[in-house]
């Protein structure tokens, strides 16, 4: 007897399984568009609906203060359950029978009946790997989801024009629900942005094995620290991804054996899986399991100079990514750039040119330095200038990095030689036989936005990419917004939000502030 439909897993394989008695006679088949071990529930029961009503009570009573709420766009299916059109269209997260039904956002409504219910701030974040921003705003209407996390941004490559135009159509359509913004450069799902933005495509999220090309580790954590730093400037919320403000970098090199993702088996060990993204975090420099733990035992292995990303050896360095993000953070709350606007200035190809409020940010996305005339005293830089550099004015913003400064001194971008040529080096090449590799994975399984546990807490790099920031001062207008605290997932493991927007406004600055962000 066949399966109901011809969806599949996620995961790799068919999306079916059929129960069987302890005599071996054959009972139903349940649906799980992931793992077998996740069953996907039939959300027009009353039962599953109380059900859930009583879990999100059961933890609101305890005190948390939300919950995340995984692959939230698949809880309804179509009616009749009809057949996927097209296998690879399923994994790409496009529209289909199993995702983004109308259906589920009456779910929402009623769960966020559940946390009014309760006093103090209470937050619902969707993850909904929706691809159009007009779908997942729907997702964030006053009576549903206060949050969701802004894949399009997380998912684009690394190029002035395509920033831009991700932050301005996810802003329209979050503005139009009323609801703020979100942005997030990595997860437990996806390639490190620090080792991502280094590949030859800067949009491939998908793992990366021993035998796959290698990115250019010294390039990626430049244009991994300016985007950082790119997005810290942003109105709206910002997550952090654990590891992410060490500056660690993608396990591109662990051994097939150690892998443990369903999507290595379940796909004949055709797809690597997240397993790169997930490894124990770094504590020491040396020490059984650089201190993570006291027994060297880890779930997954940690690489060969994993200490050197620890907070251990970061502390008290100026150039390391541990106080770059420090730094970002406090200015981003001193600032109040998340209840700011965004207001696009003019600039030349590959260069992103922005104000929030009355702070500035210019990103350079180009291979060469652009020269920014009378910028004034940068607040912060993506990369650490030596004493020789100069720190009193920003005058070049070097390819792959990005600088905050005063608004008021902020005056023309323009492309120039620099003074001091700091070439950047691209070992990525063009690989025919990956591309033909992945196409032929996309024809079999399909990409999965499973769960694992997040947190936040980068490595250092003398080359790294830079951003600043001038005079502090901070204005913008009222959003929705929602306290960020103890988040617990729905069906998956507990996640830390990093940035939540600041909870109060101030009046207008006295001095204009300008940022700037390069590649």
Known sequence: ELPPNNWRSLFGGQGWSRLTRPDGTPEQWYLHLFDVHQPDLDWGSDLVKEGFDDILRHWLDLGID??????AH??????????????????NFNLGPMWDQDGVHDIYRRWRRVLEE?????????????????????????????????????????????????????????????????????????????????R?????????????????????????????????????????????ELGLPEHTTMEDEARQDPLWERTNH??????????????TRDGASYGYNA??????????????????????????????????????????????????????PGILHLCNGTTGIV???????????????????????SETDGVDAVDTVDAARAVVVPPSRMASISRRPARRTRSVKRTMRRVTARKTRRIARLAQVERDPSRSAMRMIGPTSPTAPWLRIAAPTAVG???????????????????????????????????PTTVTVAK
């Open 295 to 348: 027994t060297g035992r880890t779930w997954l292995p940690q690489p060969e100079g994993w200490g050197e990303y620890s907070p251990q050896a970061q502390e008290g360095r100026e150039d390391s990514t541990l106080t770059l993000y420090r730094r970002a953070i406090a200015l981003r709350r001193e600032l109040r750039l998340g209840r700011g606007a965004v207001e696009w200035l003019d600039s030349e």
């Open 200 to 244: 030859e495509d800067t949009s491939d999220t998908e793992g990366i094995s021993a035998s796959d090309p290698q990115p250019d580790a010294a390039l990626g954590i430049r244009r991994g620290r300016a985007a950082t730093l790119m997005m810290l400037a942003l109105p709206g919320s910002a997550y952090l991804y654990q590891g992410e």
């Open 363 to 385: 990103l350079n996305t180009t291979e060469q330095p652009v020269a920014i005339k009378a910028a004034g005293t940068p607040l912060i830089t993506s990369w650490h200038r």
């Open 66 to 71: 939300g919950f995340r709420v995984d692959v």
């Open 270 to 283: 055709l797809v690597p899986g997240r397993d790169g993204c997930r490894v124990p975090l770094p504590w």
């Open 118 to 198: 309760y006093d103090g701030d209470r937050v619902l974040v969707a993850e909904a790997w929706v691809p159009f921003p007009e779908r997942l705003a729907r997702y964030v209407r006053e009576d549903e989801m206060h949050q969701a996390f802004n894949f399009d941004f997380l998912a684009s490559t690394w190029d002035a024009a395509s920033y831009r135009r991700v932050i301005a159509e996810t802003m329209a359509s979050n503005a139009a629900v009323g609801a703020p913004t979100t942005w997030v450069l990595s997860n437990h799902d996806v390639v490190r942005h620090a080792t991502r933005l280094a």
């Open 477 to 511: 207008s009222r959003s929705r917004s929602r306290r960020i605290g103890r988040i617990v997932p729905i069906a998956v493991d507990v996640m830390a939000m990093a940035m939540a927007m600041p909870l109060a406004d101030r009046g207008p600055p006295a001095t």
């Open 74 to 91: 698949s809880l309804v299916k179509a009616d009749g359950l009809p057949d996927a059109e097209e296998h690879t269209e399923q994994g």
